[in-house]
């Protein structure tokens, strides 16, 4: 079996990247968005509700400029109070 924890993820920066974001379902994402990515180009589209409707599921993908940048956006869209989690 490999450990994938032991390895690197080899990427041609700069490139588009897709995070998967679950969000309460009456927070309003473009708001989160502005909140976090402030005035940077990105697209948002959702993707699932819960079987409860308790969160949204979200597709964000926008193009990230290295490894540090891809990053540090997981670091503050994890840090925002209404992403429940990223997937």
Same mark, same amino acid.
Request: charged share 35%.
């Given at each position: 079996?490999?450990?994938? @924890? !032991?390895?690197? &993820?080899? /990427?041609?920066?700069?490139?588009?990247?897709?995070?998967? &974001?679950?969000?309460?379902?009456? !927070?309003?994402? !473009?708001?989160?968005?502005?909140?976090? /990515?402030? @005035?940077?180009? #990105?697209? $948002?589209?959702?993707?699932? $509700?819960?079987?409860?409707?308790?969160?949204?599921?979200? @597709? &964000?993908? &926008?193009? $990230?400029?290295?490894?540090?940048?891809?990053?540090?956006?997981?670091?503050?869209?994890?840090?925002?109070? #209404?992403?429940?989690?990223? $997937?």
């Amino acid at each position: 079996m490999i450990d994938l @924890s !032991k390895e690197t &993820l080899k /990427l041609d920066y700069p490139c588009n990247w897709i995070y998967k &974001l679950v969000c309460h379902h009456d !927070k309003d994402i !473009k708001q989160i968005m502005t909140d976090v /990515l402030e @005035s940077r180009e #990105h697209t $948002v589209k959702e993707s699932k $509700v819960s079987s409860k409707g308790k969160y949204k599921s979200y @597709s &964000l993908e &926008l193009l $990230v400029h290295n490894e540090d940048d891809r990053k540090e956006l997981y670091r503050l869209l994890g840090e925002h109070e #209404h992403i429940k989690m990223i $997937v």
